[in-house]
Nanobody, 127 residues
Framework: QVQLVESGGGLVQAGGSLRLSCAAS????????MGWFRQAPGKEREFVAA????????DYADSVKGRFTISRDNAKNTVYLQMNSLHSKDAAVYFC????????????????????WGQGTQVTVSS
């Protein structure tokens, strides 16, 4: 069983930065791709970023390219999402997710390809 715990959310002014963390339990974190998704009120959950098992390959939604960076520290069983130049459209609950297949070079961009999810962390952006 895998447990994912997000942290780092909060209130930030427009133009500011936050770094989200997702700590994963389980012995084989290093073998799995990870993703970040977000859900704003009244909207469907959407893909934000993904990273392959080794950390070499990353993928981003067009809306966050150039502003967000996903990374992972396999020694700490943790994946991060550095978010810069935040604006109101980035406000949402952010979820991390881990897939089941091992050694995927690239993280999936569809949420149905992920098997474990965290409880989410709220990001609020004030103008």
């Amino acid at each position: 069983q895998v447990q994912l715990v997000e942290s780092g959310g909060g209130l930030v002014q427009a133009g500011g930065s936050l770094r989200l963390s997702c700590a994963a339990s389980g012995r084989f974190f290093i073998r799995h791709a990870m993703g970040w998704f977000r859900q704003a009120p009244g909207k469907e959950r959407e893909f934000v970023a993904a990273i392959g098992w080794s950390g070499v390959n990353t993928d981003y939604a067009d809306s966050v390219k150039g502003r967000f960076t996903i990374s992972r520290d396999n020694a700490k069983n943790t994946v991060y999402l550095q978010m810069n130049s935040l604006h109101s459209k980035d406000a949402a609950v952010y979820f991390c997710a881990q897939d089941y297949p091992e050694f995927r070079a690239a993280g999936p961009t569809r949420e149905e390809e992920y098997d474990w999810w965290g409880q989410g962390t709220q990001v609020t952006v004030s103008s």
